[in-house]
C-alpha cells in the first residue's frame, strides 16, 4: 500500500476501537433531538469530505482525525484520493437505530443501518469472488458513529463499519430444555452487546452478540431477575454459567450483569 493511499485509508478508518468496548462506555439513550444533530453533523462532515471540502470536514472532527484530513490536504494526489474514497463509501441512505450519550454528556454513539444499491451496469472482475456484490443488488452494513463534545459543540470522532445484519448467524433453537441439557461441570464466561429479549413464562431469552454470530443465553424468569428493564437492546451483557452440551451458541446463566460506564 502507497503512503497516501495508506493516509486514505487511516483518515476514514479513524481511531479503530472495538465495537464492545465503545457501547459499553454508553450510559442512556440520547435524546431524538440531539440524535437528529448527530445525524446532521455526521451527513455534513461525509458529504464535505465528497465533495473535496476538506476544510469544512476537518473543522467538524475531533483533534485527531482533524490532524489527519489537514494533512491530506498537503497533497493534491493525497486530497483527492480522499474525497473519491468518501464519495464511493457514501451510502444510499443510514437509518439510524440506536443513539447512546454518556453520563458525563461528552459522549455519543449512533448506530446507524446503511444502505446501499449497486450499480446496474456493475462489471465484475473474472476472479471476483463468490459472494462479491452483484450489479443491482441491495447491500446492508450497521455502522457505527461517535461523536465528542468540545465545549458546547459536538464533533464527529469516527465511524466503524459493521456486518451486515443478515448475515450474522443466529441462534437455531431458543428452546429452554432443562439444566440437564447443559454441561454443569464446565462454566463458561460470555457477553457482548444485546440483540434482543424475551420473557417467557418460566425462563427470560438473552439473545447477545458476538462478533458475527449471536448465542442465547437461557435466564431466570422476568419476575426472578433484578432490573430485568437493564436488559435492553444494545446494552452490553456480561454472563457467567455452563455451556450446552451439544449447541455452542446456548449457555445457561446462573448469573448475569449490564456492564457499566467506564468498567
Known amino acids: 500500500m502507497s503512503v497516501s493511499k495508506g493516509r ?13 468496548i465503545s457501547q459499553a462506555s454508553i450510559a442512556a439513550p440520547a435524546s431524538p433531538e440531539l440524535q437528529a444533530q448527530l445525524m446532521a453533523l455526521f451527513n455534513r462532515w ?9 476544510a469544512d470536514a476537518a473543522a467538524i472532527s475531533v483533534p485527531d482525525l482533524r490532524k489527519q484530513i489537514i494533512d491530506a490536504t498537503k497533497s493534491k494526489e493525497d486530497a483527492e484520493g480522499l474525497a473519491a474514497m468518501a464519495k464511493s463509501m457514501t451510502p444510499d441512505t443510514l437509518e439510524p437505530r440506536r443513539a447512546s450519550l454518556s453520563k458525563d454528556g ?31 443488488q441491495i447491500i446492508h452494513n450497521e455502522i457505527t458513529l461517535k461523536f465528542e463534545r468540545e465545549g458546547n459543540e459536538w464533533k464527529f470522532a469516527e465511524q466503524i463499519f459493521g456486518m451486515d445484519p443478515g448475515q450474522i448467524k443466529t441462534c437455531h433453537d431458543e428452546a429452554a430444555e432443562t439444566i440437564a441439557a447443559y454441561d454443569k461441570g464446565r ?4 457477553g457482548g452487546p444485546i440483540s434482543r429479549v424475551e420473557f417467557k413464562q418460566d425462563h427470560t431469552l ?24 437493564a436488559l435492553e437492546p444494545y446494552a452490553i451483557v456480561s454472563l457467567d454459567g455452563f455451556p450446552h452440551k451439544t449447541d455452542k451458541q446456548r449457555m445457561w446463566a446462573e448469573t448475569y450483569k449490564i456492564v457499566a460506564e467506564d468498567q
Open 187 to 190: 462454566s463458561q464466561s460470555a
Open 8 to 20: 486514505v485509508v487511516a483518515v476514514l478508518a479513524g481511531l479503530a476501537m472495538s465495537l464492545a
Open 206 to 229: 438473552v439473545v447477545f452478540r458476538v462478533v458475527d454470530e449471536e448465542n442465547c443465553a437461557i435466564l431466570p424468569p422476568k419476575a426472578k431477575l433484578t432490573n430485568p428493564a
Open 46 to 54: 461525509e458529504h464535505s469530505l465528497g465533495d473535496g471540502k476538506l
Open 106 to 136: 461528552k459522549h455519543a454513539v449512533i448506530v446507524a443501518l446503511a444502505t446501499v444499491k449497486m450499480p446496474e451496469n456493475l462489471k465484475l472482475p473474472k476472479d471476483a469472488p463468490p459472494d462479491a456484490p452483484k450489479p443491482g
